[in-house]
């Protein structure tokens, strides 16, 4: 059924499907991490997208230097030197609207944000870890954590949506007719190669099979010697890398906003839940197929693009119905 | 078998329990380097609680366990690892979803190199497992399932080797082929204490035992002995 729909609007929606595969790829990269946060600490971060946003706008704050000031509209300067000081950083890269020094944001922005997850990790999950809390007591710690994170961000920088830059944006034309915007290429490319760099840490390196072997049976993980607070702290930085680049990008694509992370949550989760929890590769695919139907079902003339954000509700509640352990089966 | 006077793992008058619940009230065990000792009993006598205190996985309430002659009560499992203790748990003692070749890889986790060699000569000892390293575990039968969990126990070519009913849901031949196995490694060099509901077989396999009823301490002695025994006869041969 869904194989079918993508195979019609591929035909008939073309542009649709361009755009809905470029914002999947970014709810790709946030299922990623969120299947990997379940798969080994087996519980639902709802601090997700809240985390991404938080990535987007520490990269804007490495690129700018700014936060907002005392007076509304009037931002003050608080980094003395900032990525964008980088000789050549802000010089457009090829047809892109950005320079290197975006680049260099974001991965400073991985790190940090990986620096923030584990240290939240150390300060709140693992207490709960200590004390033997229940499920419903980490995702609502979560839960806490991501109002607390929006409020932040929003005492920091305010309601205002930023961008990373202000110049013209560059179509490209591709073969097969596909005319896309240059950074959306972009965020195409960097979301799949982050992906694989994934795929390969948790496949071909024994950090990761130890993610996955904890995700399996925690029990064994302890006993076979693994030590899984090391495990975890490396979950938490992985899903840091994930988020940070899920976010920036997606702060490409469109805007910085403090809301940007909380109306993403449901379709990171639809995607995660389509994918089958716990695994890597259906998540990608499920953040996929979330962005493509997303972006299909608002060309509908009955339907207002406002209720774009409902697909991946309607998605969600039909994957529980009819196939609750997702598409590709629940694994990691 | 080289077995010497040396006591490589021993629990003192070991008391532990899942929580509010204390199901071993009490018990001493030792083995000595090289050896196999059986631990028997009825369900419910504290066998598998028995192993899961000496790892650490419950809370010891009071009582030691010294591996080594080294006081070892309440460290955590990577460190008992790492002084030679292994330990095979009776279910889900594999990885489902990881591969065969990725199951023995986890077993030596803590191990830096030399980890392809190990899993070469563990692959010597299983080869049915080494023509499907590449498969995933999840494929497997309860009895090669088995054959891995032993593999994975012995990834770090442990002193000795915890195991908790190893030939539990396996056919006859099975469980011959699995204690044969062991007897193998015992061969070896590596000690074992053999948790076993299969009484009479862990018996003739190892070279003492112990008893347990009701989380204590019942008998102990030769393996000969208590297979003669009248009241272990009755109460636990089926004799």
């Known amino acids: 059924m869904i194989l079918l729909f993508l195979i019609w609007a591929v035909i008939d929606r073309r542009d649709a499907v361009v755009i809905g595969v470029v914002e999947g790829s970014i709810l790709a990269l946030g299922a990623v991490g969120l299947t990997l946060v379940y798969g080994v600490l087996k519980f639902a971060h709802f601090a997700h997208g809240d985390s991404m946003m938080l990535s987007a706008y520490c990269a804007f704050l490495l690129l700018s230097g700014v936060v907002s000031g005392s007076r509304p509209g009037v931002d003050a300067e608080v980094l003395p030197i900032t990525v964008s000081d980088l000789p050549g950083a802000t010089t457009e890269v090829w047809k892109f609207s950005f320079g290197y020094g975006l680049l260099v944001a974001m991965a400073l922005s991985a ?8 240290v939240l ?5 693992r207490r709960l870890r200590q004390r033997k809390s229940g499920i419903v007591i980490f995702s609502i710690a979560s839960l806490g954590l991501a109002i607390a994170i929006r409020s932040l961000v929003l005492m920091v920088w305010g309601p205002t949506p930023r961008k990373y830059t202000t110049t013209v944006r560059e179509n490209i034309d591709l073969p097969f007719d596909i005319t896309i915007l240059a950074d959306q290429l972009f965020i195409l490319a960097a979301a799949i190669t982050v992906t694989v760099l994934a795929y390969i840490l948790l496949f071909r390196t024994k950090l990761g099979k130890a993610m996955r072997a904890m995700a399996d049976n925690p029990e064994l993980a302890l006993i076979s010697g693994i030590r899984t607070e090391l495990v975890i702290a490396l979950t938490w930085a992985l899903a ?20 940007l992370g909380f109306v993403l949550l449901l379709p990171l989760f639809a995607a995660a839940i389509l994918g089958g929890v716990g695994n890597p590769q259906g998540a990608f695919f499920g953040g996929m197929i979330v962005g493509i139907v997303q972006a299909v079902v608002v060309t509908f003339d009955f339907l207002s693009p406002g209720y774009k954000f409902s697909v991946a509700f309607v998605i969600l509640i039909l994957i529980l119905l009819i196939r609750p352990r997702g598409l590709f089966g629940a694994r990691l | 078998m080289s077995v010497d006077s040396t006591v490589v793992l021993e629990t003192r008058e070991l008391v532990t329990g899942y929580g509010e619940l204390e199901i071993l009230h009490g018990v001493s065990v030792s083995v000595c380097s090289g050896e196999m000792v059986a631990v028997i009993g009825p369900n419910g006598a504290g066998k598998s609680t028995l192993l899961k205190g000496i790892f650490g996985l419950l809370p010891v309430q009071s009582g030691a366990v010294l591996l080594g002659g080294a006081d070892v009560t309440g460290k955590p499992p990577d460190r008992l690892v790492q002084n030679g203790l292994s330990y095979v748990p009776q279910v889900e003692n594999v990885f489902p979803s990881l591969t065969i070749q990725e199951n023995l890889e986890m077993g030596a986790f803590i191990r830096r190199n030399g980890v392809r060699e190990r899993i070469d000569e563990v692959f010597r000892l299983f080869p049915d497992l080494a023509k499907r390293k590449g498969e995933n575990t ?3 039968s309860g009895g090669q399932r088995q054959m891995l969990a032993l593999a994975r126990g012995l990834m770090l070519d442990p002193k000795i080797l915890l195991l908790d009913e190893p030939s539990a849901g396996l ?5 011959s082929a699995i204690f044969e196995r062991i007897n193998v490694v015992n061969k070896a060099g590596t000690a074992v204490l053999l948790v076993e509901q299969n009484a009479r077989e862990a018996l003739s396999l190892c070279r003492r035992g112990y008893v347990l009823a009701m989380g204590r301490n019942r ?9 003669n025994n009248e009241e272990v006869g009755r109460l636990y041969l089926g004799a």
């Open chain 1, 111 to 118: 790190l940090v944000t990986s620096g923030i997850l584990v």
């Open chain 2, 219 to 227: 008998l102990e002695g030769e393996a000969s002995n208590l297979l």
């Open chain 2, 171 to 175: 056919s006859p031949k099975l469980v």
């Open chain 1, 240 to 259: 840091g890398g994930l988020v940070a680049v899920a976010g920036v990008l997606l702060a490409l694509q469109a805007q910085l906003d403090p809301q």
């Open chain 2, 138 to 140: 999840g494929k497997l």
């Open chain 1, 121 to 125: 990790d150390r300060l709140v999950y």
